[in-house]
């Protein structure tokens, strides 16, 4: 009779297989699986070896790859690594569930049920609860905790925003320094010429792009960079409280540049209580175009993300994932369109491929 290793025998760091399960038992993988299952007649010594084998590996059936071979519903995952401050905010409307709701719907064609995990207040998701056999990560922070755990579990995964500190995972690009030099240079035109960036304090790649572009902008320009960060979870009170005290250490800054919305609202707040007009003294502007941004006042000047696309994209990168096919790293969506409103200047809307655009 063969004996149960103490040693798990699958390397270390890979997820140990039920061949593993099959070797350490003296078994077969079929027997293994009839033991773990209730398949069949497996002697009760021998299905006591298969448990005791499971324990000692830290064996977990692949559920993915069983749905796989039985064609059963397959199930994702839609994960906000940002704080529900800014990633939905009061009203628990805006960005993740803008997002959601067109996932959901691309995810639902292709024969996959989508979960939404929204974020939680101390950062811990309960994913190991979750019974999923792929996620979407929207813009994940450096060195992502929710990526680890997926990656650790043998799970696809496909992040909406580059991932900072995972070369192998695959993601939509979504154009932060297009994005940010739209918005630069629109204040630009305005007459702005001396504008403040406003980004989150946590490590993102839409924020470090959002900082680079900037200060080559301000080079380009021959500007001083004035750089603040507000903290995600404090949202809105955070954008109001940072910004007055950017504008008390600066009051020569006639424009804002604040990609997260939340904090352009509380800049707008911050500008209003100090008396400084918009748009006359000073023009903020923002990059996503949802509630906040058309309800703001006065309302935000923003950007068109084309989030149908990217929450498409993103659906379509993980299925092929899914499916086996790996080729596919990185997807884009359209190039980002410029949505004029009165923080900026009163017009119409606009595009950025307009070739005959307004200053």
Not at 98 to 106: R, S, W
Not at 192 to 217: D, K, M, P
Request: proline share 7%; net charge negative; glycine share 6%.
């Amino acid at each position: 009779m063969s004996k149960i290793t103490d040693k798990a025998p699958s390397p270390q760091g890979r997820r140990p297989t039920i061949l593993d399960v099959a070797r350490a038992a003296g078994v077969s993988p079929t027997t293994v699986s009839h033991a773990l299952n209730n398949k069949r007649y497996v002697d009760e010594k021998t299905r006591e070896r298969v448990k005791d084998a499971v324990r000692k590996l830290g064996y977990r059936p692949n559920k993915r790859a069983q749905r796989l071979r039985t064609g059963e519903a397959q199930t994702i995952a839609l994960i906000s690594s940002m704080p529900f401050e800014i990633a939905g905010g009061a009203s628990r409307l805006g960005f993740l569930m803008e997002v959601a709701a067109v996932a959901a719907a691309a995810a639902l064609t292709r024969g996959l049920a989508l979960v939404l995990v929204p974020p939680l207040v101390n950062d811990r998701q309960p994913l190991e609860k979750l019974d999923i056999d792929g996620a979407i990560v929207i813009e994940p922070v450096r060195d992502d905790p929710h990526v680890a755990y997926l990656q650790g579990q043998g799970l696809p995964v496909v992040c909406l925003g580059r991932p900072l500190g995972y070369d192998d995972v695959p993601y939509i690009d979504i154009h932060s320094a297009q994005t940010t030099r739209l918005l630069l240079d629109h204040l630009w035109t305005q007459g702005s010429r001396h504008i403040a960036l406003l980004i989150g304090a946590q490590q993102r790649n839409s924020y470090v792009e959002a900082e680079a572009t900037y200060r080559a902008f301000c080079a380009e320009h021959d500007l001083a960079p004035i750089v603040a960060k507000a903290e995600e979870h404090g949202g809105e009170a955070a954008g109001l409280t940072t910004s007055r005290e950017l504008l008390h250490e600066h009051p020569e800054i006639d424009g804002i540049c604040a990609p997260v919305d939340a904090f352009a609202a509380g800049a707008l707040q911050a500008a209003q209580q100090l008396d400084r007009r918009v748009p006359e003294q000073i023009k903020v502007v923002t990059r996503y175009d949802g509630i906040r941004a058309k309800t703001s006042t006065p309302p935000l000047t923003a950007v068109d993300l084309h989030l149908e696309q990217l929450a498409q994209l993103g659906v379509q990168l993980l299925f092929d994932h899914l499916g086996g096919d790996t080729s596919t790293q990185t997807l884009e969506p359209p190039l980002p369109d410029l949505v004029l409103r009165a923080s900026s200047k009163p017009t119409e809307h606009w595009t950025a491929s307009s070739e005959a655009a307004p200053d």
